[in-house]
């Protein structure tokens, strides 16, 4: 039976250094009604201030030091409190600093009552009203701004397209801005393991009505009670079924969270990490290519996906820019136009090792430019061999393929490597990457295959010949970049604006999946994520082609066998190098300024 939805809210004025109101109902001004309920830290003071909002399915009564005590271990201690939470702005520290901070529980989850459906339409509506209240609000100076991490950040930008009253300012850090092509399928490939891992651990475990929540350390009971779990699963969509069964970006699921990002016209700051290599980084630099904001930027970092959001340096830039445009306070020009150049990056070069911070913010410098892509880039095409090789000089053409086998994973790679010579001189690699691949599949038994995937990476070697790994999402040791597509899918959008000779542009409809023959060689421009290696005299490249995951892949994995059966995908895959066959990766080169 459903629960008795009341008033549950509560104040406390004295136990902390702000107020702290917990389970404030907002009503939702969509046509099914409902409420989803926040919790508001507000300044003890009388003037309105400006304020800081947060929509999530975390829980925001589950503490940061329950949610990962190892994070939470490791964070700037500036930004620790008893109301410290996952990927969201520290209350005690921006209360400190004139702002309330408003965090949401997203609706059917947390002690909101409705139905859980994470990242979709109704997301954006729900995350619209919670935005519009707070402007609303007496202590609330009617100033808006969005800050946090990962789903707190692809939240953004839907919201920001659908220009709520009072939103001011957004800084989606480390945040997709594509569900389709940044989180959920690579090329058209289901990224299916970090999806169920996201779910089973972080939000079906927080959903609205689940007993045993606080027995299981992880926030407090729904207090309007427990439901069944019959009605727990009819208050819930499913992002492991909805993704497996939804392929297309014109299949609803898929259609009813696209958006415009030229509806977003509020300032920008987008922070990109460069070891976002399977989630989000790609999101953040295209979301800010094509944000219709007059005053946008591109900040690129290194470092683990928690901790550098809470880095003082970098708290100070977020401060910086909500105070230029919440409060009026433009310390260093982000509201003046081309005072504040739009794009800072961090250079990765020598090895500092993985995971390492303060040897890559040791080691690694940083460099501004005025623009996104770098005007002075010199696309270079480094062409594939079939002896292995990879050169700027065109080869001859051979009736020789490079075979390897279909269906390859993480345990088990199937792939194939070409290797540069050594660098004769430092060479910066900055920006998008395409590979243009000639690729066949065969059978290995009697069965032809009907489809390829073709994964690929691109790998750092120092002077000695050993692999440079940077630092992952979760500490991991990664490579360089990856890329993706079903060869299927492999329909390029030419006259769309978006699209680019270093960035095909595809829809990925299913309008456009092509026939794949057993034995036809097809041209293929594989799109690779964005990227930045200084590569020093004497070192190497490789690029990576293979069938399925491998090194660096982590968490990320592409394996569902609905989405990759035998029947389908089985036997060898080819490269060829015959006449007209030319196969290569055009890379971002970088001129000294």
């Known amino acids: 039976m459903p629960n008795q939805v009341r008033d549950i809210s509560f104040v406390d004025k004295d136990s902390f250094s702000y107020v702290f109101e917990q389970n404030v109902d907002v009503p939702l001004k969509v046509k099914e009604g409902g409420l989803v309920r926040v919790n508001v830290y507000r300044p003890k003071t009388d003037k309105p201030v400006p304020v800081l909002v947060t ?22 201690p500036q930004h620790k409190s008893e109301h410290s939470a996952w990927e969201t702005p520290d209350p005690k520290f921006w209360t400190s600093h004139g702002y309330a901070v408003v965090r949401a529980d ?9 139905v859980l459906d994470t990242m979709s339409r109704g997301t954006s509506e729900a995350f619209f009203d919670v935005v519009e209240w707070a402007a609303e609000q007496s202590w609330s100076s009617g100033k808006i701004g969005l800050l946090g991490i990962s789903y707190y950040a692809g939240s953004q930008w839907r919201v920001a397209a659908r220009q709520p009253k009072g939103l001011a300012a957004i800084i989606p850090w480390e945040g997709m801005s594509d569900y389709y092509r940044d989180r959920c399928r690579h090329g058209g490939i289901f990224s299916n393991q970090f999806i169920k891992f996201w779910w089973d651990r972080q939000v079906i475990t927080n959903q609205y009505g ?21 009605e727990l699963a009819a208050n819930r969509r499913d992002q492991n079924v909805d993704n497996v069964e939804n392929r297309f970006r014109d299949d609803d699921y898929y259609a009813s969270k696209d958006y415009n990002p030229q509806d977003i016209k509020v300032p920008l700051l987008s922070v990109a990490n460069w070891g976002g290599i399977l989630l989000h980084l790609r999101g953040n630099i295209l979301g800010y290519v094509n944000a219709g904001s007059e005053f946008k930027y ?42 504040v150049p739009a794009v800072d990056i961090v250079l990765r070069k020598g090895n500092p090792g993985f995971n390492d911070a303060p040897k890559e913010l040791e080691m690694f410098k940083r460099r501004t430019e005025s623009e996104w892509p770098i005007a002075r880039t010199k696309y270079t095409k480094f062409y594939l061999t079939q002896d292995n090789g990879l050169s700027t000089s065109q080869p001859s053409a051979s009736d020789k393929l490079v075979t390897y086998k279909a269906l390859g994973k993480l345990d088990n790679p199937q792939l194939v490597q070409f290797t540069t010579a050594s660098f004769e001189e430092e060479t910066e690699i900055t920006g998008h990457i395409v590979a243009h691949l000639n690729v066949s599949a065969t059978s290995s038994d ?13 790998r750092h070697l120092d002077s000695a010949g050993k692999e440079i790994f940077y630092t992952g999402t979760a500490g991991d040791p990664i490579p360089l970049c990856k890329g993706w597509l079903r060869v299927s899918l492999r329909k390029v959008e ?16 299913s309008t456009d999946v092509q026939e794949v023959k057993a034995g036809e060689v097809y041209g293929v421009d594989v799109e690779v994520w964005p990227t930045n290696v200084v590569v020093e005299k004497g070192s190497k490249l490789v690029f990576e082609v293979s069938s399925g995951d491998s090194q660096g892949t982590g968490i990320f994995g592409h394996w569902h066998p609905k989405d990759r059966p035998d029947e389908i995908f089985a ?18 080169i970088i001129p000294p300024k």
């Open 571 to 588: 036997g060898e895959n080819n490269i060829h190098f015959g006449k007209g066959q030319l196969n290569y990766v055009t890379l971002p």
């Open 210 to 230: 689940k007993p045993g929540r606080k027995a299981a350390n992880w926030g407090p009971d729904t207090i309007e009670g427990n439901l069944s779990d019959e």
């Open 494 to 509: 030419e006259s769309d604006p978006r699209h680019k000779e270093y960035l095909p542009h595809r829809e990925y409809r």
């Open 55 to 76: 929509y999530g399915p975390y829980g925001k009564d589950i503490s940061y030091a329950d949610f990962h005590p190892k994070s939470f271990a490791e964070v700037n």
């Open 446 to 458: 009697s069965k032809p295959p009907s489809d390829i995937d073709v994964f690929v990476t691109l």
């Open 298 to 339: 591109l900040r690129c970092i290194v470092g683990r996906h928690d901790l550098p959001f809470y880095y003082e340096e970098e708290v100070e830039i977020q401060r910086s820019f909500l105070d230029a445009f919440l409060k009026g306070e433009d310390r260093v020009g982000w509201s003046e136009k081309g005072k």
């Open 106 to 114: 997203e609706r059917g989850l947390g002690q909101s009552p409705g």
